[in-house]
């Protein structure tokens, strides 16, 4: 029977290219195998609806198909009967204006599919297949089989040559976390690089690194065939397989960046101690390395936990409503994902309803402006381990920290990823901030140096920059410019460190009464050149124990934080602690005041562009364009901010936003986007400080600015 006998051709339909500029809020749906005899579609479309979604993930096939596929072990839903869950969905979709993605998933097959294709398998290394873990009777294929450049390529054919789509979602299509031992597998990696596969029980194997590049080619080689594939069908559609926050940095750059026009980061919720800004992060991290391309952050409706799972849960309506705004204020677009098409539980919904209505607001208001700020982070992160399989990124205490004390400072700040520093990319940027990123790529040490030689500024904190010299020895690749020589390499963990205040300098101002304050837990031992200042020393170590014995030594007090004013106007700061992950670890106000501090000396005589004032914990947007700026103040202060899902969120008022007038300018209107109101505002000193009314969720203030005529204090004629 011809596949056509079957499924209705849908009518040929002119589609932009750049569809994904416009799916702005995604609905995803993932439908269970017992859903095609049992949801509602008028629920489903209902929901898209209300929650003004313009775009919908919806499951087609892979594992499990739920449209009559005509492709044999290509298993279909055993409840689809004669229905076509799919494509009644996609018709209502499309109905309703949306774009529509088809979500697959080949990351295991049923025992008929095994027992045919035993190819197809994931093998360990005693030759077994593995078993799928959650249940019995399926199994995991290898990513590197002709299940997915094959098998795979089949389905994303079928879908997109029988239904209305614009992309094709891949998800779980990595394989297991885990060196893959078939013998198809080890044949071809013998013969591309020269090497055994390596063994997971050795992370010294000499076949490592050849593994490491030879499963990223793969990989990225899976991506470009997958979207071949569908483009030589409707040139318009696009194969975007799922990435977590790494994006395409554990893949091969030159064969993937093209192939990504928008990324969708699978990081449903938060976990463990994961801070209430992890998604405004997200959103920051992508447009570091890729500045221009959309990025949705996608979240579930129900908790999401590493080792506790509920899937057909619904978590409290403050976490759900409190990710997507965090998010979408940094310019993650929201995205929720439904695990089972029918409802045990409906009481995500209305969550979903606002959160979406806040973002369909933001868009229309400020999402034409560019997001801005004058302090940046700078992003370097490479693979955690030996295993490629290890998470790329890494999550970084240090990082935590820093950004942690720049969220409670309220200060914007954006991120630049390493591989993408450049003249352009800092234009605009006043203070580069590194959090303790290790060894430094030479280009980035040039860019920084020429950065600070044209009047920016540098925070280095703890190892950032610490690298092996030519000669053996370990130095600072910054040194030169920080002011600082490398004396001795990291000591710790140590307790009971301190540190002593140099006075009247700026970096120490907020301490009085104290002679010093507590330090790191992992020191540098660092000399100062003679052109720089210390602000903070090493008091030289002393026990924590006996507590008879608790008192200083006499000992070498060396510099902890060393300051440095260069000639062209630039200043830098060098922070020889673990500034970051000991604040994170311990929340010491001490040090979030050093770093808060240390921002505002570098930044220069000149005040920052944006300022906020005010109570609570408060999440700092800034987007700018022609004649228009915009502030966004997103309300973190709730009783779980540091650990868990958020089950309240507490309302703040008295918050005053300081924004620098430009040259020549005055305010024109002033208006808040949520409250609807035009708020009280007064300029002196150059700057538009605006009285923001009561927040609950997050606030906008948006400004539009005009000549100033006759009170203008330049740049004009």
């Known amino acids: 029977m011809a596949i056509n006998d079957v499924l209705p051709t849908t009518t040929a339909v002119e589609r932009d290219p750049q569809w994904y500029r416009t799916a702005t809020r995604w609905t995803q749906l993932t439908f269970t195998d017992d859903d095609p005899e049992r949801y509602d579609v008028d629920f489903w479309i209902d929901t898209m609806k209300r929650t003004r979604s313009n775009a919908l993930c919806l499951s087609a096939g892979g594992y499990m198909a739920f449209y009559p596929t005509q492709i044999p072990f290509h298993h279909r839903s055993a409840h689809l009967g004669d229905r076509d869950s799919f494509g009644e969905l996609v018709e209502a979709a499309r109905g309703l204006g949306m774009h529509v993605m088809a979500r697959v998933d080949p990351h295991a097959v049923h025992q008929d599919a095994a027992d045919a294709h035993p190819e197809w ?37 079928e879908i997109v040559r029988e239904y209305d789509i614009d992309a094709v979602f891949a998800n779980r299509w990595e394989g297991p976390p885990r060196v893959l031992y078939g013998e198809t597998t080890s044949k071809r990696f013998r013969a591309d690089a020269g090497h055994e596969l390596p063994r997971e029980s050795d992370p010294h194997d000499p076949a490592w690194p050849a593994y490491a590049a030879w499963r990223s080619r793969k990989l990225s080689e899976l991506v470009v065939r997958w979207d071949d594939a569908v483009r030589s069908l409707k040139p318009h559609v696009r194969f975007i397989p799922n990435r977590g926050a790494a994006l395409t940095r554990d893949l091969v750059p030159e064969l993937v960046e093209d192939r990504y026009p928008m990324f969708f980061v699978d990081k449903q919720g938060r976990s463990g101690d994961e801070a209430t800004w992890m998604p405004g ?13 959309p990025v949705a952050l996608i979240t579930s409706v129900g908790p999401e936990d590493h080792v506790l799972r509920w899937k057909d849960s619904v978590a409290d309506p403050n976490e ?209 050149a003679e052109d720089a200042e210390v602000a903070f020393e090493f008091v030289p170590d002393y026990p924590d124990l006996p507590m008879e014995e608790v008192y200083p030594r006499p000992g070498e007090a060396l510099p902890a934080v060393v300051t440095r004013v260069h000639p062209g106007g630039g200043r830098t700061v060098h922070i020889a602690f673990d500034l970051g992950e000991v604040y994170w670890r311990a929340l010491q106000s001490d040090h979030a005041r050093l770093l808060a501090n240390a921002v505002g000396w570098t930044l220069g005589e000149q005040p920052p562009a944006v300022a906020v ?17 915009t502030v966004t103040l997103v309300n973190l202060t709730n009783p779980k901010a540091m650990r868990g899902p958020r089950s309240q969120t507490l309302p703040l008022a008295g918050q005053e936003v300081s924004v620098r007038v430009p040259d020549g300018m005055s305010a024109a209107s002033v208006r808040c986007l949520y409250a609807e109101t035009e708020p009280a505002v007064r300029q002196e000193d150059g700057l538009l400080r605006v009285q923001v009314p009561p927040i609950h969720d997050l606030e906008t203030v948006h400004i539009h600015w005009s000549p100033a005529g006759d009170r203008s204090t330049g740049g004009e004629a």
């Not at 004032?613 to 700026?629: F, K, M, Q, T």
């Open 121 to 157: 398998l994931a093998y360990d290394i005693e030759g077994r297949p593995l078993e799928h873990e959650s249940l019995p009777g399926l199994w995991w294929t290898d990513p590197t089989s002709t299940y997915h450049t094959e098998f795979t390529t089949e389905i994303a054919l």
């Open 281 to 293: 992060r997200i959103g920051k991290r992508a447009r570091g390395l890729f500045p221009d391309r």
């Open 320 to 528: 759900t409503r409190g990710l997507i705004v965090d998010g979408f204020a940094h310019g993650a677009l929201p995205w929720f994902t439904k695990f089972k098409a029918e409802c045990f539980d409906d009481r995500w919904v209305a969550p979903m309803v606002e959160a979406f209505g806040l973002h369909e607001r933001f868009e229309q208001a400020v999402g034409h402006l560019r997001p801005t700020a004058e302090v940046v982070l700078l992003d370097s992160h490479r693979p955690n381990g030996h295993s490629p399989m290890a998470s790329y990124l890494n999550r970084s205490t240090h990082e935590d920290g820093v950004y942690q004390a720049l969220v409670e400072a309220r200060i914007p700040f954006e991120y630049i990823a390493e591989e993408a520093l450049s003249e352009e990319r800092l234009d605009g940027v006043r203070v580069v901030v590194l959090p303790g990123n290790g060894a430094l790529g030479a280009a980035t040490v040039g860019m920084l140096e020429r950065f600070v030689g044209d009047g920016g500024s540098v925070i280095a904190l703890f190892d950032s920059g610490v690298t092996d010299a030519e000669d053996g020895r370990r130095e600072i690749a910054l040194g030169q410019l920080l002011g600082v020589r490398l004396e001795q390499d990291v000591r710790g963990p140590l307790k009971n460190k301190y540190m002593s205040l140099a006075p009247d300098h700026p970096l120490t101002r907020g301490y009085d009464g104290a002679q010093r304050i507590l330090a790191g837990a992992h020191v540098l031992g660092v000399s100062a």
């Open 613 to 629: 004032d005010g109570p609570g914990l408060v999440d700092v947007a800034v987007r700018e364009g022609a004649g228009e700026i």
